[in-house]
């Protein structure tokens, strides 16, 4: 079992960056692969990214694909979240969930979430 925490969220402007980090506890970390979802306000929850256990393979929702970017870093059990150019439409509660096998984008294959971040961006 992995417990994950997620911290990075903020207000910020359209077209700034920003670095959402999602801290895992428990055991085997790097046997994990990781993803970050995200939901706005009366909108269904929505696939941003997942890295595979190693780190070697990513996927991209069509929204985000060039401008965010997801890492790991399985020394520290924490995946990061690098977000450039934001737009008022990435407004959401940010949330990081965690599976033992396969990259998907479905959601409800991750057995394990974090509480989630909030993140606004303003026009």
């Known amino acids: 079992q992995v417990q994950l925490v997620e911290s990075g969220g903020g207000l910020v402007q359209a077209g700034d960056s920003l670095r959402l980090s999602c801290a895992a506890s428990?055991?085997?970390?790097?046997?994990?692969?990781m993803a970050w979802f995200r939901q706005a306000p009366g909108k269904e929850r929505e696939f941003v990214t997942a890295i595979s256990a190693g780190g070697g393979s990513t996927i991209y929702g069509d929204s985000v694909k060039g401008r965010f970017t997801i890492s790991r870093d399985n020394s520290k059990n924490t995946v990061y979240l690098q977000m450039n150019s934001l737009k008022p439409e990435d407004t959401a509660v940010y949330s990081c969930?965690?599976?033992?096998?396969?990259?998907?984008?479905?959601?409800?294959?991750?057995?394990?979430w974090g509480q989630g971040t909030q993140v606004t961006v303003s026009s």
């Open positions: 969930a965690a599976r033992l096998t396969g990259l998907t984008r479905a959601p409800q294959l991750y057995p394990y």
């Open positions: 428990g055991r085997s970390f790097s046997s994990y692969v």
